[in-house]
């Protein structure tokens, strides 16, 4: 006589989840710094548009301005194009926004040295026209 052998009703549940667990799909992968940094921009810091009749993203983040490249999947890769010079003190950003006007961005950047007032140690007001060559227009991070 052949008997086949008889699962138990926790066996069979068991045996139940493991087969829904294998369909189920992959967990995306986790998001990059730069793509959460893209992800979490306020309005203000972040410019999707065209310039020049060409497609650009760009992103201010801590002072300084970056061109956002998206790859396959959720790639976000950021590429510096813009910061203020340097300063011989620890500084902090206290002024950043990226506005639209006519053919063109407008980035105000401005850190404050650490300890001291007002606003601003180095930063100012460029403008750029293709997302690559800005030209400085002020002195002030004017907002």
């Given amino acids: 006589m052949n008997r086949r052998p008889r699962l138990t009703p926790c066996a069979a549940l068991l045996v139940l989840l493991v087969l829904l667990s294998a ?3 992959a967990p995306p992968a986790p998001l990059s710094k730069a793509a959460i940094a893209v992800r979490d ?4 810091d972040l ?4 310039l020049q009749g060409v497609d650009i993203e760009l992103l201010v983040q ?5 061109q956002v490249t998206r790859g396959p999947e959720q790639a976000v890769a950021l590429t510096e ?3 203020p010079p340097p300063y011989p003190f620890f500084t902090d950003c206290q002024r950043q ?3 639209h006007e006519e053919d063109a961005v407008i ?6 040295a650490l300890g001291a007032g007002g606003c601003c140690a180095t930063g100012g007001t460029w403008r750029t026209r293709d ?3 800005w030209e400085k227009i002020s002195e002030q991070a004017i907002p």
């Fill in 62 to 66: 801590d002072c300084k301005v970056f």
């Fill in 107 to 112: 980035a105000v950047l401005g850190r404050m």
């Fill in 23 to 25: 369909c189920q799909p």
């Fill in 41 to 44: 921009a306020a309005p203000e």
């Fill in 81 to 83: 194009v813009l910061a």
């Fill in 47 to 50: 410019f999707v548009g065209r």
């Fill in 97 to 99: 926004s990226l506005r």
């Fill in 131 to 133: 997302g690559q060559t």
